[in-house]
């Protein structure tokens, strides 16, 4: 989502500087280019040069010290930026950005800029709570820029309270949110997706379940990857992991809980992508109690019956959606895949091989077949779960636009 994009990061004089060092590392690893403008304050903690050299760009402190004649820098770095993102925001800063002022490069160069706003604070408890503070923070929020609420925890003062500089995860995610929210033309805009997630769960009574491996990282990832691309994204899950805020979460367990949420949601949905390991089969008469050793034979017998098979129910029903299976398989890979692709009436199918430990459930990396249903054919080679959800959500994108 950073990738390319053009960040003007400006630092001001808190002790979390040291952690916009951290975030700047981020930033450039997402791909982004950053150029760094910081407060005389921001100074006494990290020096420049640690942001120069991890920009590789100069690092902007003075007003008037024009180091290119061709431009003023505070004009050209707030005309340069996709965004600003403030990180971290004294209360200082943000009570001088709240009215206009501009009396140092960063304050100057904010006024400027026509890019999106994002302002990281992070202080003191009762810094932050002081009614001037949050009436600035209001003013901010009046005005479009998005001012993430801190961390509470373990403040430098020695005690727990809120004002905490946020996690970095929690800050890209907001960012690539706030991004996508002043993004007119992501290709997924308008388009509503339903994406299942992790390994079902079939109890066999109040204590014990039957399941299986999958961790619901490709779940999330396809999520993920899909609200990057605009989509409104919708979750049905088993598993328990980070997501953007504007994703919406279903918490199921068993495979005719996540039937019932994906059939009521299915009208409504235009792409329904299936990467949960749903259980074939259920225990035919779940005890109620638990069932105990004491009163039990040596060997005993579980009956299961048959689970809904989501997919080919929602196969059956489709009219406009895009149907998206995963083929778990252990051999034969493409025959199997593209039965499932036929018998459930499918748009796409990705397959990959489950039976090798480097790949498929609950590790990090996968390696797949993409099939679809005019005979096109993918071979993506091993590498992360982000990055084939990436690609399978790029090859949706171009289906649909067929
Ligand atoms: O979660 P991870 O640890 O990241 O692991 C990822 C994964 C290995 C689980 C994933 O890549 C994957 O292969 N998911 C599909 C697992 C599976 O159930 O495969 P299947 O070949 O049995 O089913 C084919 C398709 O039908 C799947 O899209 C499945 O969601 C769907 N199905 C299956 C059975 C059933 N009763 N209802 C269904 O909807």
């Known amino acids: 989502m950073l990738k390319d994009k053009n960040i003007a990061l400006y630092v001001t004089g808190g002790i979390a500087v040291y952690k916009a060092v951290d975030l700047l590392r981020t930033f450039i690893k997402e791909g982004a280019n950053v150029r760094v403008g910081m407060t005389e304050s921001a100074t006494k903690f990290v020096n420049p040069l640690t942001f120069q050299v991890l920009s590789r760009n100069e690092v902007h402190i003075d007003t008037f010290y024009e180091s290119t004649p061709e431009h003023l820098a505070h004009i050209h770095i707030s005309d340069w930026a996709d965004i600003a993102v403030v990180a971290p925001a004294t209360t200082n800063t943000i009570a001088k950005i709240a009215h206009g002022i501009a009396d140092n490069f960063v304050t100057s160069s904010l006024v400027a800029t026509k890019a999106p706003v994002f302002v990281v604070p992070a202080m003191n408890t009762d810094m932050y709570e002081n009614q001037a503070t949050q009436a600035n923070i209001q003013t901010l929020e009046n005005r479009g820029i998005k001012v993430l609420e801190p961390d509470t925890g373990f403040l430098a003062e020695g005690y727990e309270g809120k004002g905490r500089f946020p996690d970095k995860e929690r800050i890209l995610d907001e960012l690539e949110s706030f991004i996508i929210q002043h993004s007119e033309d992501l290709p997924l805009k308008g388009y509503k997706f339903l994406v299942s997630a992790g390994g079902t769960e079939e109890r066999i009574d109040p204590v014990r379940y039957i399941t299986n491996d999958s961790s619901g990282k490709t779940g999330y990832a396809i999520a993920r990857a899909a609200y990057y691309q605009g989509a409104d994204v919708q979750l049905v899950t088993t598993a328990e992991h980070p997501l953007p805020n504007a994703i919406e979460k ?31 089969y259920k225990v035919a008469s779940q005890s109620k109690s638990k069932m105990k050793k004491d009163e039990l034979a040596d060997k005993i017998v579980i009956e299961l019956e048959e689970n809904p098979d989501i997919l080919k129910a929602m196969g059956n029903k489709k009219d406009k959606q895009f149907l998206v299976g995963f083929a778990a398989e252990t051999e034969n890979l493409e025959e199997y895949a593209r039965k499932k692709l036929e018998k459930k009436n499918l748009d796409m199918i990705i397959a990959n091989d489950v039976s090798r430990e480097d790949t498929g459930f609950n590790v990090d990396f996968n390696e797949v077949i993409i099939l679809t249903k005019d005979d096109k054919r993918f071979d993506i080679s091993r590498q992360t779960k982000n990055n084939i959800a990436r690609i399978v959500v790029e090859k949706i994108i171009n289906e649909l636009n067929a």
């Open 250 to 280: 279903i918490k199921v367990s068993s495979a005719d809980e996540m039937y019932q949420v994906i059939d009521k949601l299915f009208e409504l949905t235009d792409v329904l992508v299936m990467t949960a390991a749903v259980a074939d």
